[in-house]
């Protein structure tokens, strides 16, 4: 099983990305992605997830409105596109899988490696 995460990169506040998460290895449809961020000097937090079959998202409160998750089981794609970015945003972004979405890192079985997303003037 693998997850990479990409798209990650500098943009001005109030910019948009978009990333990917590439899996292999194992039925995409068959686990919930989550998408989660750890900034410099903080704990990892939740932003947000999709469930596997019938594709339910959850947010964060703190990306609510301004994110949005899907996913490409044909091609084994999760994205997090990512609006109205603010500098706060900023940390590395991992993807994670699991056999249903919660708000808990240590509830996810599957990790990537991370995509720093740097949101700056």
């Known amino acids: 099983v693998q997850l990479q995460a990409s798209g990650g990169g500098l943009v001005q506040p109030g910019g948009s990305l978009r990333l990917s998460c590439a899996a292999s290895g194992f039925a995409l449809e068959d686990y919930a992605i989550g998408w989660f961020r750890q900034a410099p000097g903080k704990g990892r937090e939740w932003v947000s997830c999709?469930?596997?079959?019938?594709?339910?998202?959850y947010y964060a409160d703190s990306v609510k409105g301004r994110f949005t998750v899907s996913r490409d089981n044909a091609n084994y794609l999760v994205y997090l596109q990512m609006n109205s970015l603010k500098p706060e945003d900023t940390a590395v972004y991992y993807c994670?899988?699991?056999?249903?979405?919660?708000?808990?890192?240590?509830?996810?079985?599957?990790w990537g490696h991370g995509t720093l997303v740097t949101v700056s003037s």
């Open positions: 999709v469930t596997g079959s019938d594709g339910n998202t």
């Open positions: 994670a899988a699991n056999w249903y979405c919660t708000t808990q890192a240590t509830d996810f079985r599957y």
